[in-house]
């Protein structure tokens, strides 16, 4: 079964790739729309003049006749994307490649559209242009008996469409998989809610949510008192390939993804998806009650079984995963920064899911782990990409996962005296409404005090325009594209 999915999931990646090729098939290698066409004169600008020339390139052909200051006002995400394709990736894919189906005798078959070098030449080319790692790659090669093959910087611009438009199609499938699949999700239930532990309304609460909950859990193939079997059932690969069946052809992400429509939700939506099951990766378990003793209607499952796996300020090896892949949906975010502005759904997604998550009593150190490495690493790189700057910690649209950041660290060190210490309901919350208190009070110091500064931004005017459908900002590029 699993290799029958995975074989149907190579033809609907073949499929998704394939059919966004007609454009090139039948009118060439050619860029076309407005911006896309920008898109690659950027690129090459980047590709003749490296990366300090272009954060620093002032362009008087665009926005004409004032002129444009390019490097700070592009998202260079796809740019760097594409030179690096260019430059690195593809002469040493393709010269690998070629190598080893010489090698074995089959499979060496590389783009026609490549054009073949010496890989000696060419590292003697790239030592004089004092590009010393890829001449010292190139001759690594030439060493192996490997040729240099590259392709031309408009035809990978022309593809970069296409493949990443596949990419997002097997993200996307990801995704849907890991959602679908009982990877230690089966005894998620049984946690509660936050609201549980409060007197009177947590006993109500038990009461009338217990049969709800239990029959939700049930139907969402979470019952605990099911037959543990296969994490990777029918019903999950089933809806990984009907997902990757829809993304694939769907017209929304077609559109944005055809070759030669160098934009830049073409490779976004690659990386936001890539984020969205690095996330939800992030946060799978394992068998976390196998050896805790729980009785029916027992009210602290949670609590015991963060006793079994992070008790006191230890760490067990799942939150370190949790951390891992948090860190790496950082990365990703980060690549979803470098290419789009559409990044700032991305981190209010994943912090209101995060978020809600504590709300509904479903608080462990995995989480803490996973949201507490996605969000460092994923905003101090952030602040990296010229057009954004220090905006993810002032800009009010991205305020909220900033506050659900502080928040979770403030739950988790709770919950960590808690399991270390054997606090009573009493004796967390006090410590709750202890801590809780001081940090509002410091919080407010410091908003109090940075506000009148100006320090926060406002919110922008494509937001303003979607709630307040009347707000206009007299640019007619904004008011228009206003999403």
Known sequence: LIATSFYYANELLTTAYTARLKAVQDYGYIIHEFDPYFNFRAAQYLYDNGWKSFVNWFDYMSWYPLGRPVGTTIYPGMQVTAVFLTKVWLPIWFGVKQWFGQLVGFGGSISSRAVTKSALGVSTTLSGSGSTVMSTVATLMASFGMKWNEMSLNDVCCLVPAWFGALATLTTGLLA????????????????????????????LQKIMTPIRNFVAHYACMDTKATKGSSLQTTSLLSMLAT??????????????????????????????????????????????????????????????????????????????????????????????????????????????????????RHSSKLHAA?????????ALAVQVPVVGWTPIRSLEQLGPLFVFFGIQFVEYCERVRTRDNLTRSQIWLLRVRIGGLVALVGAIVITALWPTGYFGPISSRVRGLFVPHTKTGNPLVDSVAE
């Open 177 to 204: 998989l890991e959602c679908s699949s009982s990877f230690g999700y089966n005894d998620g239930n049984r946690f509660g809610t936050f609201l549980d532990d409060i007197p009177i309304i947590g006993y109500l």
């Open 371 to 379: 949201y507490s490495g996605f969000y460092v690493v994923g905003t």
């Open 244 to 361: 990757m069946f829809f993304m694939s052809v769907v017209p929304a992400h077609m559109m944005r993804s055809v070759a030669g429509g160098y934009d830049n939700e073409s490779v976004a939506m690659t990386a936001m998806t890539l984020v969205f099951w690095l996330w939800t990766r992030s946060l799978r378990g394992g068998d976390p009650i196998s050896d805790v003793t729980v009785a029916d209607g027992d009210d602290n499952v949670g609590i015991k079984i963060r006793q079994k796996q992070d008790r006191g300020f230890n760490v067990s090896s799942q939150t370190r995963s949790s951390f891992l892949y948090g860190a790496l949906a950082g990365l990703a975010y980060f690549n979803m920064v470098a290419a789009w502005g559409g990044y700032v759904f991305v981190i209010n997604l994943v912090g209101a899911h995060a978020g809600v998550l504590i709300l509904l009593g």
